[in-house]
Every structure is written in C-alpha cells, then in structure tokens.
C-alpha cells in the first residue's frame, strides 16, 4: 500500500491511499483522516486501508482522483521523532578521510546516530528555506523507515517488525556549522535544519524482492539543478540494517508509533555511482586534489531526489525542492 | 490559567483546565479536546479556556470534579520537539570543575543545547523505566517552556512573547552513558531516555511577579526518597532567559507550536542550596574530596520535585516517580 498526505490547510493534512503506479489517490477519510491515526491505531487501520488500496489497484474505488504530489505534505508531517542513523559507512569513511581522520572500529558495531527535529517535515516540493548560503547549504539523500510502538530493549529482529512504512528523505545540513556543533559535543541543533520527505510511504510489501534483510535494494537518483550527480545503489553498502537502527533508537527507551529513523546519507564504496550530498562530492576532491571544488547549495539551486525499482519504477515518487531565502515576513 | 491532561486510555488524553489552588477541574471538552489542539490554535481556543478558568477559579463551573494528579499524563503527552538548554551555567561549571576542566568563556554567549525525544513525556506519577542501575540513572529538575509558532531568526525578545506554558520537567539522564555518546559528538541518544512532566502547565500570567525577564522565579524542591536534597532557586542564577534558549533553537529553522525548551538543571551558585541532580553533587563531593560518594539512581528510589511561588503554593503540582525495571513483557 501506497499513502500520502494531501495539503488541505491544516497541520497534519489528509491521508490517502495512492495507486501503486502513483497516478490516482482516494481520500482514506471514514477510515482514518490523517497518518497519525493510522499509525496509532494500525492493526486496526490498515487492513481497511489494504482494501481500498486494493480497489484503487484494480481501478474500481469511486472517488479517485488523479495524484498530483506538489499538493502532498510530507506523508507524516509532525513526527513524534526523527533519529537519523549513518548506516552506510563510506560515507562516514570519506569525509573523515577529508579530514585526515581513521574510521574507528567501533562504528562497526555501533551506529551513529543523532536526534533531528520531527516537528515539521517538509513536502516534497516545498522550498528549502535557509536565511544565508555562507552556512554551507547541502542535502542529503536517505532512505527512512516509520515504525509502530517498540518495547525498550527489543532486538534487531523484532525492531524489523516493527516497520510499518518506508520512505525518501532529504536530510538538510548546514555544513558551515557541523564542526563547531560537533566541538560541542551536544548534536545537531543549527546545523540540522530539517528533513523533508517523498510524497509517497509505502509499505515494505510494496517493494517486493528489494525489500531484504531490513535493507531496501533500490537505486536512488540524486539530481542538482538538473544534472544527475549520483546514481546511488541503497542496499549493498547499507552495513547496519533498518532493524538495527530501530533497535539502537530503543536501546534505552520504548518508541512510540510515528517515530522516524533514517539511514544516513545513502553511499557507494568507489565513487563510480556519483554522490547522495555535496559534503561527499568534497571529501573526495579533497583527498584526490588535496581542495575542494564543488561549492555548497546558493538560493535557487533545485534537488530532486527519486528511488526507483529493478524495473525502473518510481516507488515513493520525487523530492523536488528549491533551496530559498527566509521570506521577509518571517524575519 | 492552569491546565492538565487526563488519562482516558489514548496516546494524547483529554484536556482539562484546573483551578488555580489545584482543587477541582473541568474538561475543556466543547472547546478542545486535546493539549495539542489549544496549541495548534491558540488564539481562537485560549481565550474560551480562560472563561472556562476564571468560572472554575469562582466555583461556579457547572462540571467539576476534584483534580487528582496521579490521574496526570503530562500535559503534552506528545510533542513535537524537545530541546534543552543548558541555562544554569552553575550545573556546567561544576560538572566540568570536578573533571578538571573549565567553562569554555564561549558558553557566556552561546547556549549549549540538545535535542531530545519529544514522543512519550511521561505524567508527573508514572513509573522511570530503566533496564539497569549500572547506566548511572539520575534525575534533573528542570523548568520548561512551550511555545507557539515561531518563525526562523526570531529575536529573544520576539521568541519571550512566543511562550504559551511553563512546565516543571524531570530531565532523566542515564549518566553512564554520557560520556562516550559526548565522545561521539552527535548529541545524546541513550543518555536522555525520556522526560516527565509535572501535572500542571501554566500560563506565565499566573506567575504574577514571579514571571520577570523571561525567568520564573520559585523556589524548586528537590526530594531523593522523602529526604529534601535541593531548594533551589529558579530565577537569579538562569544566565540564558527562556527568551533566548527558544530564540536559539529557532536560529536556521523556525518551530511549530508545541515545542518545549528546557532550561537544563536548576542550580545555584555556592552549593548552599542544595542538588537538582546527582551528578551535581558527586561534582561537589569530587572538588571537596576527591571522590564521589553519593550513588546514582537505584530501582525502587523515588523522586518528588516541586515548585513554589513567593507565598508557598505550588504552581505546577508535583512530579513524583519511582525508578523501575522494564516490565517483563516489554523486554
């Protein structure tokens, strides 16, 4: 099953069930009204949302209407928590690289992972609003799971039940002001802004044979300003799986349903398949040139982001985002 | 106007507001039904809640029932962002004296400041839920805020007037976790496991003069199984006003209503008034004699905080927690 959540002036928006091929939605209303509800109330919930998909599937649901995603929120607007994991390793290898500095080995066995902001996740084609590009404007492009409710201390393999959807994310970063956040030693305030996610969620059957092992096989397209800059694989290179993150996340403390955890940036050891952020597009002119060529995102700049099948299919629809200025009635 | 969330068997519960001497209350029901709703429209709901009030406060509402705090989820159950400061630079100087290091002179200007998990605040009676004593737990006594919208680059002075509630807070911090997640730089994870919240959230006109500044002025009582630990003062010695902790956090972003900012641990100067948390003791015990001899957290112990005004009267009901093992299912 497909969802999204549709722009209807509120803040947490309308769910819908959307056709696999991503044309038409139908409103879930009457069953539930937004994806909060749904994820509240699951075992209950999506059974129903299963048969209408179903219905929408096979082109007999009576009110659907063509899918159009620049009228999408993203399909979970106000998380409970947004924990981003950095499960593919090259990516934490290159950078530190970068800067001179050895993977250690203990990020073999145990994740990386910070607490973002869950308030506010952005449409797939709002703006990405930032007030000045000297922080070092740069997206990253991730894959994410939401979960149910998990028991503190629950293992791996259970944490992986617990997944209830999957999606595209955009994990913006102020570059500029990593290092001093990082110094500090408390996480990620200024420098993680926000996240903004694909129109669609998805249900791991949704995606079939590349749904294995707690990782997504799918190919991630990253595109600036047009250009393609990284054809990125998402499940080889995934060293912790999404049922270890999850597991991580709850090491301490129970879940609540809605919660978000990230994959960190998606990357490919060898650098053939192009990059997921410019920050990795950096570190390895750095380390081939010894300097940085590839500047950070100005205002105006466009990402779009797409996860697509063995088929060529789209599963969770495009990130398409302009970067902009605070607007002034907001300064 | 003083306000409180019931439990009635769902993940957000039912709002009520509650007289001022903490007596009786009164469903807003009709008006709103959730804490999150006053929130997401504040301006149209409060001034029908504060009616609501002020017949409360002269005995003449038409369904009151007497108000009891063990009945409290906290009132916000779920949020959508938590952050705390680090306010009292007191806690900072005293903890870092006792490892040998100094307050880094930048602390004076820039707030230190993490994100933490704003899903499941838990109400001011509900059992601390910890796997093990060996993770070093302990409490921290703590005011917060909750505010409004507030747009990106918002000024302190503009972010003061964002405040809609103050809350008594217990920050839970798992010590021996510390150290190593401070090593990785990406903030606490583990560490911070979750937040009670006291049973009463408070507009800050019911401070009366206590509110001044963008600080609340009480005094903070500390209990550690029955035994009086800490009476703090709340407002002389918070270096950051709430002003500026919630202007920080909106710096590259801006925050959605129901957004709740910590102040950190209260603390004063000189040690006379006694510990908002253990860790802070221990600090003293290691500057005095070079070793810690107060322990950490054990399952069973309990912990009552509590905040007065001038007058004696408490303004937020108390939190009092028992510190428990996960139950056996949930493992």
Redesign the interface.
């Known amino acids: 099953m497909k969802l999204a959540t549709l722009k209807d002036g509120s ?1 947490d928006g309308q769910l819908a069930v959307v056709s696999r091929d991503g044309t038409t939605a139908h409103f879930a209303a009457g069953i539930a009204r937004t994806m909060r509800q749904l994820l ?1 109330d699951w075992n209950f919930i999506s059974p129903q949302l299963e048969d209408l998909a179903a219905t929408l599937n096979g082109g007999k649901a009576r009110h659907a209407f063509p899918f159009e995603p620049r009228q999408c929120m993203a399909p979970l607007p ?4 947004w ?1 981003d994991g950095s499960a593919y390793l090259n990516h934490v290898a290159l950078v530190r690289r970068a800067r001179g500095a050895e993977l250690p080995p203990e990020m073999l066995n145990d994740p ?9 996740f952005a449409g797939p084609c709002d703006d990405a ?3 000045s590009a000297g ?1 070092g404007i740069d997206f990253e492009a991730e894959l994410a799971v939401v979960t149910g409710d998990i ?3 629950t293992g791996a393999a259970a944490a992986l039940d617990g997944v209830r959807l999957l999606m595209l994310v955009n994990d913006w970063t ?1 570059r500029g ?1 990593v290092a001093a ?11 993680k ?2 996240v903004a996610c694909g129109p669609l969620a998805v249900t791991p059957d949704e995606l079939g044979e590349a749904w294995q092992g707690g990782r997504a096989h799918l190919t991630l397209q990253a595109r600036l300003n047009g250009r393609e800059v990284g054809r990125c694989a998402t499940g080889p290179d995934m060293h912790f799986h999404f049922g270890q993150l999850v597991a ?2 709850a ?9 978000v955890v990230g994959s960190g940036t998606v990357s490919n050891a060898g650098g053939a398949q192009g990059w997921c952020c410019v920050a990795e597009k950096r570190a390895m002119e750095i380390i081939d040139s010894g300097e940085a060529a590839t500047p950070y995102l100005q205002h105006g700049d466009t990402v779009r982001l797409e996860a697509t099948d063995a088929q060529g299919h789209s599963v969770f629809g495009a990130i398409e985002q302009r970067v902009a200025p ?1 607007p002034a009635p ?2």
């Open positions: 803040r509240d106000r998380a409970s928590r924990v990386l992972m910070y607490a973002g902001a869950a308030d506010d609003v930032f007030a922080d028991p503190q201390g102020l002001r956040e990082l110094a500090k030693g408390f996480g990620f305030l200024h420098s802004p926000g991580h996340a090491a301490t403390r129970r879940l609540r349903a809605g919660t605070v907001e300064r």
